[in-house]
């Protein structure tokens, strides 16, 4: 029951869309039936005596319906404009901020130093946030924890249909890791301490950080 204040535009319900001057009359993609009032009750859809008609020359005729076609350059615009949305909802959906914390232990008579160190939270292999852990002295027999919050700002398009295609299959639970690392010298001796956690999370508590499950392990490689 909806009209359009132009003959011209076409009527999508809720939204009248304007084509005046374009080479078709609907946007690309629209599938509408056609109207069969030509054809008899043993052939509605024209499949034998082609009688089905469409608004205009740009549409295309199947018979039943009518559809205006996709070009490939516009599928692929909608398919990146549909990849920038998930992304977008993605982002707002797991966006958390994360403590992560590396021990630094010095088991030596003499005092230690460390490096910058990293903490990363990470889905798969992607990398979504990192931050910078400050250089540190250690005293000899002494240990030391560094924090720092992580926090995941954005989600790229592709990593975003992953995260949610595993969503809906593990019951609304997200599997992330979060890794650090600071690398300490003694003397000449180097080692690089690391703390790796494997994390589940509730999406739907999110943005509250909610674990469903968590397993952390620590190694020093010299």
Aim: charged share 20%; net charge neutral.
């Amino acid at each position: 029951c909806s009209r359009c204040p132009q003959a011209t535009m076409w009527n999508g319900g809720c939204v009248c869309k304007d084509f005046t001057g374009k080479d078709h009359s609907a946007p690309a993609g629209t599938v509408i039936k056609a109207d069969n009032a030509n054809c008899p009750p043993t052939d509605l859809c024209g499949r034998i005596l082609r009688c089905t008609k469409c608004p205009d020359s740009s549409w295309v005729n199947d018979g039943c319906f009518c559809r205006q076609e996709i070009s490939a350059d516009t599928f692929f615009k909608g398919l990146d404009g549909f990849l920038q949305l998930l992304s977008t909802n993605i982002t707002s959906l797991v966006k958390m901020r994360l403590w992560a914390e590396v021990r630094v232990s010095n088991p030596n008579p003499i005092g230690a130093h460390t490096d910058m160190g990293v903490a990363e939270i990470k889905y798969r292999r992607t990398v979504l946030g990192t931050a910078a852990m400050i250089p540190r002295e250690v005293d000899a027999h002494d240990s030391v924890t560094f924090g720092v919050f992580v926090s995941v700002d954005s989600v790229p398009a592709d990593v975003a249909m992953l995260m949610t295609q595993d969503i809906m299959l593990s019951d609304n639970e997200l599997a992330i890791s979060v890794v650090g690392r600071v690398p300490a010298h003694v003397g000449i001796l180097r080692v690089l301490c690391q703390a790796v956690c494997d994390l589940r999370l509730d999406v739907l508590q999110l943005p509250r950080t909610v674990l469903t499950g968590r397993a952390c392990h620590y190694t020093y490689d010299v």
